[in-house]
């Protein structure tokens, strides 16, 4: 491989890297944006607001590219202001901790799922077998949140797994309806910017003005970076990775995202749930890294003569 491809290929790596790391950050800064005096409804406001607005500059330069104005408000609908509306709603019960599992781990879950039943694509081997080690570590997770005594975190893990299904049906009519990953991501944002007036008019700045800091910070983090610059980025190392190089990316927002929420927020977890996490990500793991065939193909490859 000639030297100028590997470093544009390293630079395309550190991209994908970096945009994981922006994505996980997101669940600890909307924990803290509600324990600092903002509302769920403050921060779809923010977030639809900035990242609208950037979105909609993305998506004047590239254009629909054919993709109709009702296609794009689904894709609105699934990953736009209501996507992140179930997200923010489920932090008011359930723990950063758990947002940064649950929502990727719903996502690596229901995604096959749905490939399977719209575009007719059955999973593969290592898909298959992911999925069944992610689900037990749902389901643990799940459990323990159950346990805790008088707890309410249950319901924020339903609704993060609400949020991980339409995020992966997002990906999955992206596909069936051949939208590249920017302009459909370009898409939703800027139709979520429907959402500012129809929200001004029948809430008002709510605790907005009370708050500027905290609004300045989440405007700019939500909005202006996980809402679009991180966006930009995963599509771009996407494009350009390829779809199976591509996978081994997402696995790294359930480790960084429980790493920030304790860094930040100083939530601790207990031990089944640990072992519910090491589960989901080594399910997301396993469907990610196991092609079979890959290394007996690679093997026959090297064997023959030069």
Request: contains cysteine; aromatic residues 6%.
């Amino acid at each position: 491989m000639p030297e100028d491809q590997r470093r544009g290929d390293r630079r395309t790596i550190a991209a994908g890297v970096l945009a994981m790391v922006l994505f996980s950050g997101n669940f600890a800064s909307t924990r803290h944006g509600l324990a600092h005096g903002l509302s769920l409804a403050d921060l779809v406001l923010l977030r639809s607001t900035t990242a609208g607005l950037l979105m909609s500059l993305l998506l004047w330069r590239i254009g629909l590219g054919g993709l109709s104005l009702a296609r794009a408000a689904v894709l609105a609908l699934l990953a736009g202001a209501p996507y992140y509306l179930l997200t923010v709603a489920a932090l008011q019960f359930a723990p950063a901790t758990h947002a940064s599992i649950l929502n990727p781990g719903a996502t690596v879950l229901f995604a096959p799922l749905l490939g399977w039943w719209v575009l007719r694509q059955a999973p593969e081997t290592g898909v298959r077998a992911g999925l069944g080690i992610l689900g037990a570590g749902l389901l643990l997770i799940g459990g323990a949140s159950l346990a805790e005594g008088g707890g309410r975190a249950w319901i924020g893990d339903l609704l993060l797994l609400a949020s991980g299904f339409t995020w992966a049906l997002f990906g999955v009519l992206m596909r069936r309806w051949q939208v590249p990953g920017t302009r459909a991501a370009a898409a939703a944002g800027a139709l979520s910017l429907a959402w500012v007036p129809l929200h001004l008019l029948l809430l008002g700045p709510g605790g907005v003005p009370a708050h500027p800091g905290e609004a300045l910070l989440q405007a700019v983090y939500q909005g202006l970076i996980a809402g679009g610059i991180a966006v930009v980025l995963y599509s771009r190392a996407v494009a350009l990775l390829g779809p199976a190089r591509g996978a081994l990316l997402p696995p790294l927002v359930p480790a960084l995202g429980v790493f920030w929420a304790w860094l930040l927020l100083g939530e601790q977890v207990s031990p089944v749930q640990l072992a519910g996490m090491a589960l989901v990500v080594l399910g997301m793991l396993c469907g990610a890294l196991w092609r079979p065939g890959t290394v007996r193909r690679r093997t026959d490859a090297e064997s023959r003569p030069a």
